[in-house]
Nanobody
Framework: QVQLVESGGGLVQAGGSLRLSCVAS????????MGWFRQAPGKEREFVAT????????YYAASVKGRFTISRDYAKTTVYLQMNSLKPEDTAVYYC???????????????????WGQGTQVTVSS
């Protein structure tokens, strides 16, 4: 079992920055890959970024590459999503997720993830 709790969402103006956090508990933090997804109103949940279980490899959606950075802190069992140069189209509920199997890379599909957090709202005003 893995428990995930996101935080750090909020309201920010276009061009601003936010850092999302996802605290994990349960299984050993280095035993699963981690990902961030987002879901905007009226749209399907979409992949944002993923980081491998040992932290050496990352992968991003084209829409956020160069603006967002995913990282993980093993001492704090926390995954971060640093979001810079935010745009109104980044407005969504952001979810972190854990992929225990990690048999495919990059793991950018929802079905590859076993555990999900409750989500945190990010709103970017124009």
């Amino acid at each position: 079992q893995v428990q995930l709790v996101e935080s750090g969402g909020g309201l920010v103006q276009a061009g601003g920055s936010l850092r999302l956090s996802c605290v994990a508990s349960g299984r050993s933090f280095s035993s699963y890959d981690m990902g961030w997804f987002r879901q905007a109103p009226g749209k399907e949940r979409e992949f944002v970024a993923t980081i491998s279980r040992y932290g050496g490899t990352t992968y991003y959606a084209a829409s956020v590459k160069g603006r967002f950075t995913i990282s993980r802190d093993y001492a704090k069992t926390t995954v971060y999503l640093q979001m810079n140069s935010l745009k109104p189209e980044d407005t969504a509920v952001y979810y972190c997720a854990a992929d225990l199997d990690g048999s495919r890379w990059p793991n950018r599909y929802q079905y590859e993830y076993d555990y999900w957090g409750q989500g945190t709202q990010v709103t970017v005003s124009s």
